[in-house]
C-alpha cells in the first residue's frame, strides 16, 4: 500500500510541475506591458554636452494611491538665463502606443538656473502610465530643448 501511496504522490508531483503555470494577470483583459526593446529611461539626465546652458533635466511618475498618479519635472541650467523651462506630458500604454492623456502646463522662471513642477492627475486603473516632459532655456537668441521620459508603472485594478 505504501508504494502505492509513493507511485500516486510522485505522478501527481510530476504533473504538477510539467503544468505550465499560468498568473492572473495574463488572464486579464488588460494592455500588456510595454516592450522591452524600449530604451532604458532615467529620472535625471544630463543633456548635449555641447549645449551651452541646459544641463541637466528629468521626470517622474509615482503612484499616490485612489487612482491618482504625480507627475514631476524638473530642468537645470549651467547658470542663471533669460528663460528656463519645463512641461510635463503623462501618457498612457494601450497595449500597442503610448497616448498622450494630459499636458501640464509650463512651469517657465525668468532670470533663474532651474525650475521645477508637479502635478496629480486621476488615472484608469489597470494601464501602465509614463512621464514625458520637454526641457529647454534661452539665453539671447540661443533655444535648446530636449525631452526625457520616466519609467513606466502599472497602476492597479481596486
Known amino acids: 500500500m505504501k ?3 509513493m507511485s500516486f504522490l510522485g505522478l501527481a508531483l510530476f504533473l504538477l510541475f510539467s503544468v505550465p503555470f499560468v498568473s ?3 488572464l486579464d483583459d488588460g494592455p500588456s506591458p510595454p516592450p522591452d526593446d524600449e530604451p532604458l529611461l532615467s529620472i535625471s539626465s ?3 554636452p555641447n549645449y551651452k546652458f541646459l544641463y541637466n533635466g528629468g521626470t517622474s511618475v509615482s503612484h499616490i494611491g ?3 498618479i504625480s507627475i514631476s519635472g524638473y530642468s537645470t541650467a549651467k ?3 533669460d528663460t528656463i523651462g519645463v512641461q510635463l506630458t503623462l501618457q498612457r500604454w494601450t ?3 503610448w497616448v498622450d492623456i494630459y499636458r501640464s502646463p509650463k512651469a517657465e522662471l ?3 538656473a532651474n525650475t521645477y513642477t508637479e502635478h496629480e492627475v486621476t488615472v484608469i486603473p489597470g494601464y501602465y502610465y509614463r512621464s514625458k516632459s520637454s526641457h529647454w532655456t534661452l539665453h539671447g537668441t540661443v533655444k535648446e530643448t530636449g525631452t ?3 519609467g513606466f508603472i502599472l497602476i492597479p485594478d481596486r
Do not use: E, H, M
Open 110 to 112: 525668468s532670470t533663474s
Open 46 to 48: 544630463l543633456f548635449d
Open 66 to 68: 485612489n487612482s491618482k
Open 95 to 97: 497595449g500597442s502606443d
Open 79 to 81: 547658470q542663471r538665463v
Open 3 to 5: 508504494k502505492v501511496v
Open 148 to 150: 526625457l521620459y520616466s
Open 24 to 26: 492572473a494577470q495574463s
